[in-house]
């Protein structure tokens, strides 16, 4: 059987689902080129910072909300079927707060405080919080169950997958697109795949000027929440979040956060470290529960992550670049994981209509 050969550029978590799902058809001859793999800590590398969580964010009428309500029935059997992937159930609590309207992250998480919200009939066990079961400086609040993913695991796992179904992996820096075909394991390929997240700003052939870093700060402890929390906002500034998630496996606790646009520091901020460490021990006590201290807290590291960012939202999008087909499968910002699966199948559907518009859908 003659085979398509096709080139995945980037390997977080957006690259590594597109490939898998590429996979399934045997008529692709899939390879990953990438500078960062699992396993790298990196500041360019935006998938093992994550929490990560499913927390359903996406505006009325954008391609996000349409990717996070594909993608949860697929997170959801992961879940339940595959132990080894490294994903398990928490209770996601929400809690909103009128003042933060308005904010950089009262506006990425206007959706997800509502309590009528679009997601009721998604997640499962959707409930509105009564006053009582809210901090006293919240106003709103709405309980449901979702998912934490330990990246460590789910990463490795991904690429597992990959390997399994004959995908190519390999490290390679590319300065523009057009140098894709020339990475794959024949030598040569027909379609490539843009998945390289923040850094398609400055690969050339794209140059993407509307992708920018969202800069998030976390730190990650060994104590243990009991349930995931997240605050529309704080009272440390209007770029500042609260959020803690317990991750699968023994993945450790992650506490964020912030949400500072533009912002490329990859250093640790001290003094954001110990906000956010505070913060989460005044929300969820049941993180130090002799003292109720941040001293209690037992800390595995600090990190930071820079979230790829794009104005427009996310791009799925099929782009004629010289004499190469381009699907452009990037901007994921802090929802990659929960918009994973069902923006990969969005770009697999633009192979596929590549493939048809050439004559090659036979071969599939
Ligand atoms: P990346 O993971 O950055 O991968 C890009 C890949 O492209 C890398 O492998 C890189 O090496 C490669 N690459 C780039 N340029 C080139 C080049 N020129 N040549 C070769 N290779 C190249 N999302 C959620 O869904 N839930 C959460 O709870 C969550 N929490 C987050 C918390 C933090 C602190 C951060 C920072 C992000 C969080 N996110 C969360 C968002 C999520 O991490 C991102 O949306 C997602 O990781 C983006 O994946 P990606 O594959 O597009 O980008």
């Known amino acids: 059987m ?8 980037g390997a977080g978590v957006i690259g590594l689902s597109t490939a898998l799902v590429l996979s399934k058809h045997k008529s692709l001859n899939v390879t990953v080129v990438s500078k960062h793999m699992p396993g790298d800590y990196d500041i360019e590398y935006a998938s093992p910072w994550a929490g990560a969580n499913f927390m359903p964010v996406g505006k009325e009428g954008s391609n996000l909300r349409a990717f996070e309500r594909a993608t949860w029935p697929e ?7 595959l132990p080894e992937a490294g994903v398990h159930y928490q209770e996601c609590r929400v ?8 904010t950089a992250v009262g506006i990425w998480f206007q959706e997800l405080m509502k309590e009528d919200p679009w997601f009721k009939d998604l997640m499962p066990d959707l409930r509105i919080l009564g006053k009582s079961e809210l901090p006293s400086s919240c106003d709103t609040g709405t309980s449901f169950k979702s998912v934490c993913i330990n990246t460590a695991i789910y990463l490795p796992w991904l690429a597992g997958q990959c ?5 190519t992996l390999k490290r390679g820096v590319l300065s523009h697109i057009s140098e894709a075909p020339s990475h794959h394991s024949t030598g040569s390929a027909s379609i490539i795949l843009n998945c390289t997240g923040l850094l398609t700003s400055k690969l050339g052939g794209v140059m993407d000027t509307t992708v920018y870093p969202g800069r998030g700060q976390i730190a990650v402890v060994r104590n243990e929440p009991g349930a995931m929390y997240t605050t529309s906002g704080t009272d440390d500034g209007p770029d500042e979040a609260m959020y803690i998630m317990q991750r699968a496996a ?17 250093q640790v901020d001290p003094n954001l470290a110990e906000r956010i460490l505070q913060r989460a021990v005044d929300i969820c006590p049941l993180l130090a ?18 979230r790829p960012m794009r104005e427009g939202g996310i791009r799925v999008e099929k782009e004629r670049i010289g004499k190469d087909w381009v699907v452009h499968n990037y901007g994921h910002a802090g929802y990659g994981y929960q918009s994973s699966w ?4 969005a770009a697999e559907k633009l192979v596929l209509d590549i493939l048809e518009k050439e004559g090659k859908m036979a071969k599939l």
């Open 250 to 266: 023994g993945g450790g606790t992650i506490i964020g956060g912030c949400l500072q646009h533009g912002n490329w520091d990859g």
């Open 2 to 9: 003659s085979q398509t050969n096709v080139v995945v550029v």
């Open 95 to 102: 809690y909103g707060r009128k003042k933060d309207e308005g």
């Open 163 to 167: 390997l399994k179904n004959n995908i």
């Open 342 to 345: 069902g923006s990969a199948w």
């Open 75 to 81: 997170i959801d059997r992961i879940c339940r079927e």
């Open 289 to 306: 529960p002799e003292t109720g201290k941040v001293t209690e807290l037992s800390v595995i590291r600090h990190g930071v992550g820079l």
